[in-house]
């Protein structure tokens, strides 16, 4: 089926450091939702953008939707051990079907 | 708030076995889907309900794969019978009509089929 890519597919980062990564499609989306999947659980909602441009926050965490509805980015700011899992991205298709779509995932892992 | 409820967590079935994987939404959300996940990628729409009626069940095998949410509460996903490259986390997720579209999944159903 469908995914969207995300980048990077995975990444080591030292503790304390910032981290960027971002989804892209080259259909246009009307909602992005970004996800946090633990091994062994479900994903668990981070953030939920709406509009072209907005810029949210949830503690560390901070997502924009792109300008262009094609796009989004996540950022993670002084990662701690426990953010390391899987992060999802998905837009939102009413174009034709209602139809959420998810990207490939990025892999962070945190080494203290 | 209880979340999304998923029964079993784990399966392990022989090949040709039929299989049943149970959801309870979160409480008000009429919108349920159920999801295939593959290792190493993210999940996959295989049906939508909005309440009792499946909207959207384009992506679902149905030679093999069978649904229903008969009071437009809790949903079963049936296999029947299962094959080897149905191993995989089968999620199930929901949401309400009437919120932002945000949707919330359970912890999955990881099935395996020798």
């Known amino acids: 089926g469908q995914q969207l890519n995300q980048s990077p597919q995975s990444m080591f980062i030292q503790e304390g450091e910032d981290v960027s990564m971002n989804c892209t499609s080259s259909?246009?989306?009307?909602?992005w939702l970004w996800y946090k999947q633990d091994p062994g659980e479900g994903p668990v909602l981070l953030i939920a953008l709406y509009k072209a441009g907005e810029l949210t926050s949830n503690g560390r965490l901070t997502a924009q939707f792109g300008i262009t509805r094609k796009d989004s980015f996540l950022n993670i700011s002084a990662s701690i051990p426990s953010d390391v899992g899987i992060y999802f991205c998905?837009?939102?298709?009413?174009?034709?079907?209602?139809?959420?779509?998810f990207g490939t995932g990025t892999r962070l892992k945190v080494l203290a | 708030e209880a979340g999304v409820v998923q029964s079993p967590r784990y399966k392990i079935i022989e090949k040709k076995q039929p299989v049943a994987f149970w959801c309870n939404p979160i409480?008000?959300?009429?919108?349920l889907y159920w999801y295939l996940q593959n290792l190493g990628q993210g999940p996959e729409l295989l049906i939508r309900?909005?309440?009792?009626?499946?909207?959207?069940d384009s992506q679902l095998p149905k030679d093999r794969f069978s649904a229903e949410r008969l009071k437009g509460v809790d949903s079963t996903l049936k296999i029947q019978p299962a094959e080897l490259g149905d191993s995989a986390v089968y999620l199930c997720?929901?949401?309400?009509?009437?919120?932002?579209?945000?949707?919330?999944f359970g912890p999955g159903t990881r099935l395996t089929v020798t």
């Open positions: 998905a837009g939102l298709t009413t174009s034709g079907t209602y139809k959420y779509i």
């Open positions: 997720a929901s949401s309400s009509s009437r919120g932002r579209n945000e949707q919330y």
């Open positions: 309900y909005e309440n009792e009626e499946a909207v959207d």
């Open positions: 259909s246009i989306f009307n909602t």
């Open positions: 409480s008000g959300h009429n919108t």
